[in-house]
């Protein structure tokens, strides 16, 4: 995007880890993640590179993760809503395949 930190590379990469790898929206663990929640500290494993704000989401074919869409650059909000929009086109397609 014109205009985004060059860490927001690394920034959506790593969203679309943590949607793959912990099979959940990175807005939903940010939820999860807050002090007295089950998974409070979670951004502190893998190295860094869980991230637990919004702009990450799975992807599922049959209830199976294929993938994720991680996206940054934007705001908060921004992220989480394109993200969102991306995972709904890909349900999409899907659904005419």
Same mark, same amino acid.
């Given at each position: %995007? $014109?205009?985004?930190?060059?860490?927001?590379? $690394?920034?959506?990469?790593?969203?679309?880890?943590? *949607?793959?790898?912990?099979? %959940? *929206?990175?807005?939903? =663990?940010?939820?999860?993640?807050?002090?007295?929640? *089950?998974?409070? #500290? &979670?951004?502190? !494993?893998?190295?860094?590179? /869980?991230? @637990?704000?919004?702009? #990450?989401?799975? =992807? !599922? @074919?049959?209830?199976? /993760? @294929? #993938?994720? /869409?991680? @996206?940054?650059?934007?705001?908060?909000? +921004? $992220?989480?809503?394109?993200?969102?929009? #991306?995972? $709904? &086109?890909?349900? +999409?397609?899907?659904?005419?395949?």
């Amino acid at each position: %995007m $014109d205009g985004a930190y060059i860490a927001s590379f $690394d920034i959506a990469l790593n969203k679309s880890f943590t *949607s793959a790898s912990l099979k %959940m *929206s990175t807005e939903k =663990l940010g939820t999860l993640s807050q002090p007295g929640e *089950s998974l409070y #500290g &979670i951004q502190f !494993t893998n190295a860094g590179k /869980i991230v @637990v704000f919004g702009g #990450g989401e799975p =992807l !599922t @074919v049959n209830e199976k /993760i @294929v #993938g994720a /869409i991680g @996206v940054s650059g934007g705001s908060a909000a +921004e $992220d989480t809503f394109l993200a969102a929009y #991306g995972k $709904d &086109i890909f349900k +999409e397609v899907l659904a005419c395949l």
